[in-house]
């Protein structure tokens, strides 16, 4: 069978690695001499855990499911607790959380936009000041931290040291979303999943191993629309 992939070079990368995104493709980070034949060789002799990955059966699951239809007496995720929705008329231009959700009835043909911008925000408050504060910790420093939209990663770390966080993980549980910033900021220190890098994420996540089975099981729901 085909493998089919694609290679992104970087002139600051040193060693080669291969990743299996949720979308089920694969992508080869190469440094920028690595031959095309060298290159080949690994991925052959990866081929069995590359198929192995891409046939995960939760983790890779397409297509994603749609988002609900908010109506009141439904509910939305936030920080891993279901939060009713409630439409309430009013003059207000925005949602208000009150252990609930509040919408504008003026803004309900338009709520999931509403509120995914509302989850935007609240990442941006929540995470950001989180992940300038676990890097303090670890002794790594970063370029520039971002809340970024993206179905097919919680997180990642450039090459160019840009912390990404996924803005749907602001409906995970903390210890989850602290996982994905300690796991990214990790990567400062070891670049690749080698052993040293797993015994530096689990000394700084005592929940690590829950917080993967989590994303495990809930990830799509994080993905739904609301």
Not at 36 to 64: D, F, G, M, N, V
Not at 103 to 127: C, G, M, N, T
Not at 212 to 218: H, I, M, R, S
Request: net charge positive; glycine share 4%; charged share 30%.
């Amino acid at each position: 069978m085909e493998l089919l992939y694609t290679i992104k070079r970087s002139t600051k990368r040193k060693q080669l690695t291969i990743t299996v995104e949720r979308d089920r493709s694969v992508v080869v980070h190469a440094p920028e001499s690595t031959s095309e034949e060298k290159i080949q060789a690994i991925l052959e002799s990866k081929r069995k855990w590359i198929y192995e990955k891409t046939r995960h059966a939760q983790k890779y699951a397409l297509p994603h499911p749609p988002g609900k239809e908010l109506v009141n007496g439904e509910s939305a995720l936030y920080l891993g607790r279901q939060y009713q929705v409630e439409v309430v008329q009013n003059g207000a231009d925005e949602i208000r959380f009150e252990q609930r959700f509040l919408i504008p009835a003026r803004l309900s043909a338009e709520r999931k936009q509403v509120l995914r911008l509302w989850y935007i925000d609240k990442a941006k408050e929540k995470i950001l000041p989180r992940t300038k504060k676990i890097a303090h910790d670890l002794g790594v420093v970063f370029a520039n931290a971002r809340i970024v939209d993206n179905r097919y990663r919680w997180g990642s770390c450039t090459t160019k040291d840009n912390i990404n966080i996924n803005w749907r993980l602001i409906k995970a549980p903390m210890f989850v979303v602290d996982y994905v910033i300690i796991h990214e900021l990790a990567h400062l220190l070891e670049e690749n999943h080698t052993v040293r890098f797993w015994n530096i994420v689990r000394t700084k996540s005592s929940k690590m191993d829950k917080a993967k089975q989590w994303l495990l099981e809930n990830g799509q729901i994080l993905e739904e629309d609301i």
